[in-house]
């Protein structure tokens, strides 16, 4: 019985072996049969792509794979080629067609449209924008400022909210790689909720160490004037800074560098301040300025506090200077270009009875000089810069108690990251000393960036004002305004 017995038993293990070993070979079979169609499929793509790359060489000839021509330093950058589904009206075969993708999207500092080879499509665009959303509320301590001429102006209390800069910025080149361009919009709710065009100008490249560049742009007086205005230390720029530097003008720049970590810009324009004056505002005399700096212990960045957390210090050294003759064809008959230059106390130069009671001035000479620093280290910096103005040679329609005057005031920023990358406090302390009186800024403040990134950041900073000569509704700074100005600001870029 038992021999029976074992004998079935062995039977059905073989039964059962037997099934499971033909059940494994079924499902070998089946994988092998997917895998073949992966390998046909792959077949068929790689056959296709061999086509686009030899179309992609017919048009634009053979490219080095090492990625050392002149239209492709990078392989991912070489020309693109794309399949055009249907034929041609006048070709109705099935033969492909191709067409090549000059230009590709991407994002570098901004939205660019960018050619694969520059050399063959001359043109790139370069899309930047940045807005400041802003709160300020000022709480006077005087009612009214009486100017040198005798009148009497009132000093108001504000609290409001505003945009203060919304800007646009298209940038690249046309016509041939080295011709750039620069367009430059702002629109904010202190101009109208007008859009304003700042800068525009061509430039021609002639190599990478000099540009010259024609129209409109900034006059180049003043280290934190040409600082773009979203790497202040506090909300805006200091009260001194604004008193003195030029504005903008239409007239040809020359920019370039000198030796590692050298910079300069010199210019020819029509003004000091001629930003949005026709020419029937403006004299015949041309203005003339020159700016540069140095970074002996390296490139020092475009950032005032030391956001990088620099392990080595960095100096940057600098000066500028300006000169810009006024004269009117009418003595006491003042052109626009002359209204920004203001008396220590506030009153503007070309007012009658400024300096004379009865007399206006409409011809003058300005000599600007700035002197400027920064050191940054480790999350701590401090910026400073002195400014001199002697206005000189003054003409009116009568008899003057002095020919010239002499304007002087600085200012000095420091600061330090509590949290790297996230949070830095910051003090500022500046003045304006003339012979018709003194203007004193004191300020505190703080930046968060709540992001692992410069291009976000929320401000917040309390100024205290002595007597202010200064009327800018940008950096909500008005003339006469002694109080306290409290200013709390949302930016960001891209």
Request: net charge negative; hydrophobic share 35%; charged share 25%.
């Amino acid at each position: 019985m038992r021999p029976i017995l074992a004998f079935v038993v062995a039977a059905l293990v073989g039964v059962i072996l037997g099934s499971v070993s033909q059940g494994e070979d079924a499902s070998h079979a089946a994988d092998l049969n997917r895998l073949q169609d992966r390998l046909d499929a792959q077949a068929v793509e790689l056959e296709e792509l061999r086509g686009l790359l030899e179309a992609r060489d017919s048009i634009y000839g053979p490219v080095d794979r090492k990625g050392e021509g002149n239209c492709g330093p990078r392989l991912w950058r070489l020309p693109v080629v794309a399949e055009e589904c249907r034929p041609t009206c006048e070709d109705k075969s099935d033969v492909p067609k191709f067409h090549a993708v000059d230009y590709y999207p991407d994002y570098d500092g901004g939205i660019v449209i960018a050619p694969f080879c520059p050399e063959r499509n001359p043109f790139e665009l370069r899309v930047n924008g940045w807005t400041q959303l802003r709160h300020h509320g000022f709480a006077r301590d005087v009612n009214s400022w009486t100017d040198n001429a005798g009148v009497t102006r009132a000093v108001r209390s504000r609290n409001a909210f505003d945009i203060e800069r919304a800007r646009l910025v298209l940038s690249g080149f046309a016509v041939d790689p080295r011709l750039k361009y620069f367009v430059h919009l702002d629109g904010d709710t202190d101009g109208g909720h007008a859009v304003d065009f700042f800068d525009y100008w061509w430039g021609w490249e002639f190599n990478d160490r000099f540009q010259l560049q024609m129209g409109k742009r900034k006059v180049p007086g003043s280290r934190q004037w040409l600082l773009t205005a979203r790497r202040t230390r506090f909300v805006d720029r200091p009260m001194a800074n604004d008193f003195f530097r030029p504005d903008r003008t239409v007239g040809l720049f020359g920019v370039g560098r000198i030796g590692e970590n050298g910079h300069y810009e010199v210019m020819v324009g029509n003004g000091y301040n001629t930003a949005n004056i026709p020419n029937s505002g403006t004299d015949k005399r041309l203005t003339f300025a020159i700016d540069n700096y140095f970074d002996p212990l390296g490139d020092y960045g475009s950032h005032i506090v030391d956001y990088e957390g620099t392990c080595d210090p960095l100096v940057r050294l600098g000066h500028s200077f300006v000169f810009s003759p006024n004269a009117a064809d009418v003595p006491g008959t003042p052109l626009s270009e002359t209204d920004f230059i203001r008396l220590t106390d506030g009153t503007p130069l070309t007012d009658p009875g400024a300096l004379a009671p009865g007399i206006t001035f409409s011809d003058f000479n300005v000599f600007f000089y700035g002197l400027d620093a920064a050191v940054k280290w480790r999350g701590w910096s401090i910026n400073s810069e002195v400014f001199l103005r002697w206005i000189e040679e003054l003409r009116g329609d009568g008899s003057l108690p002095f020919n010239d005057l002499f304007q002087r005031g600085s200012y000095v920023e420091a600061g330090r990251f509590l949290i790297p990358r996230r949070l830095d406090t910051n003090f500022r302390y500046s003045h304006v000393n003339g012979l018709f009186g003194d203007a004193s800024e004191f300020a505190v403040g703080f930046n968060w960036y709540p992001l692992d990134t410069y291009k976000m950041k929320f401000s917040w900073d309390v100024t205290w004002l002595d007597g202010s000569p200064l009327n800018n509704n940008t950096s909500d700074i008005l003339v006469g305004d002694q109080g306290t100005l409290f200013r709390t600001q949302f930016q960001a870029e891209f």
